[in-house]
């Protein structure tokens, strides 16, 4: 019997090699299921890590960014071979959120802001997180403000404006430039506080 060109056709697939293509990419999409619970959890320890240093918590914020830090190491390490994971939005939000804490962190301990040990961080996730850095010191500075604790005010102000000036020059586009904008008008919210101080000050 003549077969049907409906069957001629199935029968040209090569079902060995489609089915490899299926099971790796039904390997890849479990693992970047991995991937975005890890780095989720990440992001969560380096959001939880900020908002200790806030309170001057140095001492649990410096564990929960060390906790965070391990979980992207454990990611790096399980799936060295599959770079494109990487890449995935998840992983990537989770890296800047864990640079702006770093970044933060090195401020409040006084250290120089800059390159953090431990873990390669690429260009534009350090600018994304540096950006991110102003805000979080007008947020401190308020509190400290509250405080009365008028020279680290001045301080916070001091530093974000040297941050801002070394963004200027970088010449940013697309998504760090979004974010420039609002490390700018962190700066002068900072910077009205820092008057306030200074009124708050004479009147003493």
Do not use: H, W
């Amino acid at each position: 019997m003549k077969k049907s060109s409906g069957q001629s056709k199935i029968s040209m697939l090569d079902k060995k090699y489609l089915g490899e293509i299926r099971k790796k990419l039904l390997g890849y999409a479990k693992k970047r299921r991995e991937v975005i619970k890890i780095a989720g959890d990440a992001q969560q320890l380096a959001k939880k890590a900020i908002f200790a240093f806030q309170r001057d918590d140095k001492k649990t914020g410096g564990e929960l960014l060390q906790s965070a830090e391990k979980s992207l190491k454990s990611l790096l390490k399980a799936y060295k071979d599959e770079p494109d994971l990487f890449r995935e939005g998840s992983y990537r939000a989770a890296l800047e959120e864990f640079t702006e804490a770093s970044l933060f962190a090195q401020y409040l301990t006084g250290r120089v802001i800059g390159k953090i040990d431990g873990l390669a961080i690429d260009p534009n996730t350090l600018v994304g997180g540096l950006c991110d850095v102003p805000g979080e010191l007008y947020r401190y500075a308020i509190k400290c403000a509250t405080a009365r604790n008028f020279p680290e005010v001045k301080k916070c102000y001091a530093a974000a404006e040297v941050i801002i000036a070394e963004l200027v020059d970088m010449d940013l586009t697309g998504y760090n430039r979004q974010k420039f904008d609002q490390a700018k008008q962190a700066l002068l919210k900072l910077e009205q506080v820092q008057y306030e101080v200074s009124l708050a000050a004479r009147q003493k």
